[in-house]
């Protein structure tokens, strides 16, 4: 049958309160019962016995409270003084009762301090981090020595003839009373006193443990030398020398026992320390190896980041690749098949009613068939044109170009002299490439006499160290919506004529914009670098 541990405490405090009881009342009689009754209460320890049963009564209730406790350390004080009072005519008694008075009154003062880290601990992530030590323990054990050792002498007096025997440094009775007032101390705090089995296991604890054995042994050998004695098996002198040989023995076996305990201790640490030293060996090497991967999963990250951006680049460069072929299908689709198809069913009707037609009537076909044709050149020309541009394999070899001169050249061509207003002066010259000025002023008339309104004005005028090259017509102008994308490729509208301007200005090292006319119309602002004179 097992027994609660609570069960066990409950029964420890019940011995020491009884012990508490016996004290005091061995206390009580013996004052009272001194022939004469002592009055003088520092004429021997009885009345420091008393104070200390009371106590220890006090201390062994199971939840005493302040009040209880604070009457409890007062009355152990008071058997501390009263045993300090008897120290001339009983010294030894009264040095056990101060010690036995002291220890009741700080029976529940511990000491701490920080204790190492312990390798059994450290495998389950703690530290032990304080160490308790109970100031009562060694005044009991100095208490409980000076008892055994006024016991010891009395044992063997039955051993002597005439009853006669070694004289003891106090009574008996005194002696026993002492000796069952420091085990009920012991008794009355079971979870904190030297018999606690719920501490850490290590060589106090079998010092502790192995502590009663010690204060035991010179006991038990006396009482077996008593008994030989007694029982005639040995002389009294064999019958002391056996049993100070056992209790030697008996001493010398407990101090190989904890030798013994201390090796195999110390072998532990040190199997613990060099498994702890392994471990942490293991974990540098395994950080290591995680710090090597990282720094290699870094690089690779770069890595795969370097070539994410270049697939990015890739893929901005296949969309714009996309839009170019989209939009140049979409321009193909509309604007060259119109011609194609004007081409082909003049080319059939001509062919067809060749006898049937008048002069007049096949060279009104064939010109619209010459001027179908011409136009397709030149969408073939502006293409041509779009590839390099789209390439950058256009460059521009800049010379000092007159502007009035390609003005009027390109006004010729378009047919619309009568149509251009042109004011440029005749010592205006442009720092550009000329065929490239030639196709930038050919498209921009050419947008503004097909899609704005006469008069079409050219002007020139320098500013500073640049040309400002002015083509304006009185149009409707250009919505508002079209105006952020009128330079890009394929604007609806322009065809390729604006987009192929704003790349020629620019490989000249110019600008063009739009501004709206007033009162209407639109106007294409060209800026270009002035040919020193």
């Not at 541990?5 to 420890?12: C, E, I, Q, Y």
């Not at 409980?144 to 003839?161: D, E, K, Q, Y």
């Amino acid at each position: 049958m097992q027994i609660a541990a609570h069960d066990v405490g409950r029964l420890s405090r019940i011995l020491a309160g009884c012990a508490g009881v016996a004290v005091a009342v061995f206390g009580a009689l013996s004052l009272l019962t001194t022939d004469p009754p002592q009055n003088d209460l520092t004429s021997s320890p009885a009345a420091a016995l008393v104070a200390a049963g009371l106590a220890l009564l006090l201390l062994a209730l199971p939840h005493p409270g302040p009040a209880v406790r604070g009457s409890a350390y007062v009355l152990a004080g008071g058997a501390a003084a009263l045993g300090a009072a008897a120290l001339t005519r009983h010294p030894a008694a009264a040095v056990a009762t101060i010690l036995a008075g002291l220890a009741l009154a700080c029976l529940d003062v511990r000491l701490r301090h920080a204790g190492p880290l312990s390798a059994r601990t450290a495998d389950r992530g703690r530290r032990d981090t304080e160490a308790h030590f109970r100031v009562a323990d060694p005044l009991l054990a100095g208490a409980a020595i000076i008892a055994l050792v006024a016991l010891v002498p009395r044992m063997f007096a039955p051993t002597f003839p005439d009853g006669g025997g070694p004289d003891s440094v106090m009574s008996p009775y005194y002696a026993g009373a002492l000796l069952t007032l420091t085990v009920g101390a012991v008794l009355a705090r079971p979870e904190a006193g030297p018999l606690r089995t719920d501490a850490t296991a290590g060589p106090a604890t079998k010092v502790r443990r192995t502590l009663p054995a010690v204060i035991a042994v010179p006991v038990i050998a006396a009482l077996v030398s008593a008994l030989a004695v007694r029982s005639g098996v040995s002389r009294p002198a064999a019958a002391i020398s056996t049993g100070a040989i056992l209790a030697a023995l008996a001493v010398l076996a407990l101090v190989g026992f904890l030798v013994r305990s201390l090796e195999g201790a110390d072998r532990e640490q040190r199997a613990l320390v060099a498994e702890l030293r392994e471990r942490r060996e293991f974990a540098d090497r395994t950080l290591a190896e995680r710090e090597s991967g990282q720094r290699e999963l870094g690089e690779r990250a770069a890595e795969l980041e370097r070539s994410n951006e270049k697939l990015r680049e890739a893929n901005t460069r296949l969309e714009s690749a996309l839009a170019f072929k989209n939009d140049l299908t979409s321009m193909l689709t509309h604007d060259v098949a119109q011609p194609i198809s004007s081409i082909a069913s003049l080319s059939e009707l001509l062919c067809a009613d060749w006898t049937d037609l008048g002069d007049d009537i096949r060279l009104e076909l064939a010109t619209k068939i010459e001027k179908n044709t011409t136009r397709l050149i030149k969408m073939m020309n502006d293409l041509q044109l779009l590839f390099r541009l789209d390439t950058g394999s256009v460059t521009a070899r800049r010379t000092p170009v007159p502007i009035l001169e390609v003005v009027t050249s390109v006004a010729a061509e378009l047919g619309g002299a009568g149509d251009v207003e042109i004011a440029v002066d005749d010592e205006l010259s442009a720092l550009a490439d000329r065929q490239h000025l030639w196709h930038v002023v050919r498209n921009l008339l050419g947008n503004a006499l097909k899609y704005g309104g006469a008069p079409v004005e050219i002007r020139a005028e320098r500013r500073d160290e640049t040309i400002v090259l002015l083509v304006r017509d009185h149009g409707p102008g250009i919505p508002e919506e079209l105006v952020p994308n009128l330079f890009d490729r394929f604007m609806r509208g322009s065809g390729l004529g604006l987009f192929i301007v704003r790349h020629l200005v620019e490989a000249n090292g110019g600008s063009v914009r739009y501004e709206r006319a007033e009162p209407r119309g639109a106007r294409l602002v060209v800026t270009l670098e002035a040919a020193s004179v």
